[in-house]
T-cell receptor, first 115, second 112 residues
Framework: DAGVIQSPRHEVTEMGQEVTLRCKPISGHNSLFWYRQTMMRGLELLIY????????DSGMPEDRFSAKMPNASFSTLKIQPSEPRDSAVYFC?????????????FGPGTRLTVT | QKEVEQNSGPLSVPEGAIASLNCTYS??????FFWYRQYSGKSPELIMSIYSNGDKEDGRFTAQLNKASQYVSLLIRDSQPSDSATYLCAVNYNTNAGKSTFGDGTTLTVKP
């Protein structure tokens, strides 16, 4: 299995620009999670989906952030407009309910730098 | 109070020693418990999961769960320098969508 795939791996952009992060979960997994990690705040859950439906977006910092999951194999996290404080590593993870209940598998992350 | 608490460390042990990492969680219905390892600059990697009270062993790793005392621990035997990483404890409170709550992690350094 290819694991969770994220793109791009690195993104450098200027303040005010739109940023789109992409994620392909593991095939067959029905839950998808977006996290943000910084030294100051650690690993934060932004939003998660179950069967392509957003379940909890209470971790999304503000209206500048939005996430979609149009089908079971693709999700996006968009920041518009971006700000320097959005600089962080963004991880996508997926899991499935079953014998190995709720084990999450993380993608390699996208390192975002906003100047 | 955070729902999942870990000592931030750093925890330093000599090579070959046993490293003991601890995690406590708040009093809620909790079903699944996980340990993730994160190397610097990398993503978290699942190394152990435990679902019932007692010990679970996998190679040099042993996870211990005590629901009555609300703690879960990870023991690493014969620690190696390659075990140096941050270890994250995660607890799933049996939600349908599989959301887990993560601790802030304990940084482990194994000195040669």
């Amino acid at each position: 299995d290819a694991g969770v795939i994220q793109s791009p791996r690195h993104e450098v952009t200027e303040m005010g620009q739109e940023v789109t992060l992409r994620c392909k979960p593991i095939s067959g997994h029905n839950s998808l999670f977006w996290y943000r990690q910084t030294m100051m705040r650690g690993l934060e859950l932004l939003i998660y989906f179950n069967n392509n439906v957003p379940i909890d977006d209470s971790g999304m910092p503000e209206d500048r952030f939005s996430a979609k999951m149009p089908n079971a194999s693709f999700s996006t996290l968009k920041i518009q407009p971006s700000e320097p404080r959005d600089s962080a590593v963004y991880f996508c993870a997926s899991s499935s309910r079953g014998h190995a209940s709720y084990e999450q598998y993380f993608g390699p992350g996208t390192r975002l730098t906003v100047t | 109070q955070k729902e999942v608490e870990q000592n931030s460390g750093p925890l330093s042990v000599p090579e070959g020693a046993i490293a003991s990492l601890n995690c406590t969680y708040s009093d809620r219905v909790s079903q699944s418990f996980f340990w993730y390892r994160q190397y610097s600059g990398k993503s978290p990697e699942l190394i152990m999961s435990i679902y019932s009270n007692g010990d679970k062993e996998d190679g040099r790793f042993t996870a211990q769960l005590n629901k009555a005392s609300q703690y879960v621990s990870l023991l690493i035997r014969d620690s190696q320098p390659s075990d140096s990483a941050t270890y994250l404890c995660a607890v799933n409170y049996n939600t349908n969508a599989g959301k887990s709550t993560f601790g802030d992690g304990t940084t482990l350094t194994v000195k040669p």
